[in-house]
């Protein structure tokens, strides 16, 4: 996948600009502190996720003094282009393909698949399970629309179950059928959750040992709150034993919206135990696997986003990570140094510099 063109209107402090960008090449951004680096990151992550990935307030996106703002792309995928927008008015989103409305976020995100490391993921293994559920959500939500549709339906249950077990006169009939129907979700979404979890550490550990100088395994495991074997019969029975606690604090105390996915090194969870070097290492290789199994997937690589983190990197994981950058992926890399040219070898690479919400190619 490609980003062809990417054209900017009152977003954050870039006023109207359009670059076009090289197919399976890496560009490199650099300049000094609060140009506007981030910004360009964080816009390709918003067409590609619909959110931001430093605020919830979707209207901080709009420059300040401006009533709206758009992000438009020209992506090509699997060799067919594909024009995206997304205009920003009175912090609501309002998408596009081709000029014509997109109703449902689910058939938008995705569209253009793009995957971001930033120095703030090293916080995904101290933040709260809703992050990393949220992760794992977002990145099966690209890639399926089964497993976007039963997140949504699940999410619409669970809401009128903790509805009904506030009011006071409980029709016990419909919270059976409810969980009856979240349960029949729960089981699509905790098998597929497990499963590309899996898949993920599989790729993961293989990359590991480029970017560690020791020899500790990885892993990560899905926990749910029941037992694996007989699943739809486990789930059964702990909604059965939590109904009186549900009742008595009026609200679904179980299910997969407490669920965590744990990261491990040597098999002891990695925010206990692991250095700073060790999470980015960690970081490093899932960042890259995830971008494989994307690739195993969907026969080509998502855009990968790299904010920032070659002032985080040593010089032997910033060189082993730019050797390990698949040839055929797009790669948008910022740093407020220029990167060594020879680094690249023969990879293709332009070079821009940002200054003041407008970049410049060098
Ligand atoms: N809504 C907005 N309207 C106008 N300008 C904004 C808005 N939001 C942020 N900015 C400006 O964008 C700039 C920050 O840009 P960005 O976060 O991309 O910096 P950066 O180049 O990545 O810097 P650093 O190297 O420090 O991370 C700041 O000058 C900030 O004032």
């Not at 954050?12 to 609060?34: M, V």
């Not at 959500?137 to 009128?160: C, I, R, V």
């Not at 899932?286 to 040593?314: H, R």
């Amino acid at each position: 996948m490609n980003l062809k063109r990417l054209e900017l209107v009152h977003f954050r402090n870039y006023h109207k600009s359009s670059y076009r960008f090289e197919p399976a090449c890496i560009h490199c951004f650099y300049g000094n502190n609060a140009q506007g680096k981030t910004n360009l990151i964080e816009a390709i992550y918003f067409l590609s996720h619909l959110r931001s990935f430093r605020t919830s307030h979707i209207d901080s996106l709009t420059m300040h003094q401006k009533e709206w703002m758009s992000l438009s792309a020209l992506i090509e995928s699997h060799g067919h282009d594909e024009q995206l927008k997304i205009v920003v008015s009175q912090k609501k989103k309002h998408l596009f393909v081709y000029q014509d409305p997109v109703r449902r976020y689910s058939d938008f995100i995705g569209k253009l698949n793009a995957i971001l490391f930033c120095p703030d993921d090293m916080l995904l293994f101290q933040q709260s399970p809703r992050s990393r559920r949220r992760f794992i959500d977002m990145e099966l939500m690209k890639l399926s629309h089964t497993y976007t549709a039963t997140l949504s339906h699940f999410q619409s249950l669970l809401k009128q179950r903790n509805r009904l077990l506030k009011q006071d006169d409980l029709d016990d009939l419909l919270l059976h059928t409810l969980t009856e129907q979240m349960i029949q979700d729960e089981m699509v979404i905790i098998s597929q959750r497990a499963k590309f979890v899996k898949e993920w550490m599989d790729q993961s550990r293989l990359l590991y040992p480029f970017f560690s100088e020791q020899k500790e395994k990885i892993d990560a495991t899905y926990q749910t709150f029941v037992e694996w074997d007989h699943l739809q019969e486990n789930l059964k029975m702990a909604y059965e034993k939590s109904f009186e606690k549900d009742k008595q604090y009026r609200q679904t105390t179980y299910g997969i919206h407490k669920d965590d996915i744990v990261f491990l090194l040597n098999g002891r969870p990695i925010h206990e135990v692991g250095s700073q070097g060790q999470k980015r290492s960690f970081l490093l290789a899932m960042k890259l696997g995830l971008a494989q199994i994307i690739y195993e997937k969907t026969k080509q690589y998502p855009i990968l986003l790299l904010d920032d983190v070659f002032s985080e990197l040593d010089p032997r994981r910033q060189k082993q990570l730019i050797q390990h950058l698949p040839r055929s992926m797009q790669v948008f890399i910022t740093s407020t140094e220029p990167i060594d040219k020879q680094w690249f070898q023969d990879r293709s690479v332009r070079f821009y510099h940002i200054e003041d919400g407008s970049l410049r190619e060098v």
